[in-house]
C-alpha cells in the first residue's frame, strides 16, 4: 500500500478482555516499529522488529503485552487482559532501513484504544 | 541510549520564523538527527535529517553544530498550520526513543 495501515482506527473494550492491534508497514520496509502514546505525551516505545532477526522487546511495559510479526509484513500487537491505564494511541512506524542511522520512520493514523 | 531535550512548548506568530533547539548531548558517532511533526489524531511525519552542519528542504532548516550536541529546527515564515507537535530523534535503528516534544502554537 502506500502508506502504513493500522487497524481497527477505534477500539473500545472492556476491562480484563484481551484485544489485538494490527499493522501493515509499507511493502518492502524490513523494519517496524511499535509505540504508544497516552494522551498529551509523548512516544513511548514498545518494540521493534528488524527482519528475521529477534525483535527487542525491552519496551513491552508488562508480559501482558506480546506482538508477533510475519516476516516483513503484517505485524499484531495483542495485549491480554486489559487495563485501563493501557488506554492510549497505538502507533505502528515502518522504515527501509535500519541501523545505519538515517532510518525515516513513516507512522500510520495509530489505533485508539479505549478501556472501560 | 540516546536522549534528547526541547523545550515543551513555544508560542509565535504568522509569518514569524522559529526556531526550535534540541539537546542531544549522548549522541553517538554515527546517529544522525531526525525532526518529525505532529498534527492531533496523527502520527508523526518526518520533516528533516542531518548529520552535521545544514540541511534545508522545501519545509525547513537543521543546523547541527561541530560538536553535534544539539540541534535547531528552523521554519521559516511559520502559518497557523504549523501548529503541530515536533519532535526530535537521534539514535541508529532500533530502540529510536522520542522525547516529549515541543508544542508550536502559531497565532493569528
Known amino acids: 500500500g502506500a502508506g502504513v495501515s493500522q487497524s481497527p482506527s477505534n477500539k473500545v473494550t472492556e476491562k480484563g478482555k484481551d484485544v489485538e492491534l494490527r499493522c501493515d508497514p509499507i511493502?518492502?520496509?524490513?523494519?517496524l516499529y511499535w509505540y504508544r502514546q497516552r494522551l498529551g505525551q509523548g512516544l513511548e516505545f514498545l518494540i521493534y522488529?528488524?527482519?528475521?532477526?529477534?525483535?527487542?522487546k525491552s519496551g513491552l511495559p508488562s508480559d501482558r503485552f506480546s506482538a508477533e510479526r510475519t516476516g516483513e509484513s503484517v505485524s499484531t500487537l495483542t495485549i491480554q487482559r486489559t487495563q485501563q491505564e493501557d488506554s492510549a494511541v497505538y502507533l505502528c512506524?515502518?522504515?527501509?532501513?535500519f541501523g545505519q542511522g538515517s532510518e525515516k520512520l513513516f507512522f500510520g493514523s495509530g489505533t485508539q484504544l479505549s478501556v472501560l | 541510549l540516546a536522549k534528547t531535550t526541547q523545550p515543551i512548548s513555544m508560542d509565535s506568530y504568522e509569518g514569524q520564523e522559529v526556531n526550535i533547539t534540541c539537546s542531544h548531548n549522548?549522541?553517538?558517532?554515527?546517529?544522525?538527527i531526525t525532526w518529525y511533526q505532529q498534527f492531533p489524531s496523527q502520527g508523526p511525519r518526518f520533516i528533516i535529517q542531518?548529520?552535521?552542519t545544514k540541511v534545508t528542504n522545501e519545509v525547513a532548516s537543521l543546523f547541527i553544530p561541530a560538536d553535534r550536541k544539539s540541534s535547531t529546527l528552523s521554519l521559516p515564515r511559520v502559518s497557523l498550520s504549523d501548529t503541530a507537535v515536533y519532535y526530535c530523534?537521534?539514535?541508529?535503528?532500533?530502540?529510536?526513543?522520542f522525547g516529549q516534544g515541543t508544542e508550536l502554537s502559531v497565532k493569528p
Open positions: 549522548n549522541i553517538a558517532t554515527n546517529d544522525y
Open positions: 542531518g548529520y552535521k
Open positions: 522488529f528488524q527482519g528475521n532477526s529477534a525483535p527487542d
Open positions: 511493502s518492502g520496509h524490513t523494519a
Open positions: 530523534l537521534s539514535g541508529l535503528g532500533g530502540k529510536l526513543i
Open positions: 512506524a515502518s522504515s527501509l532501513n
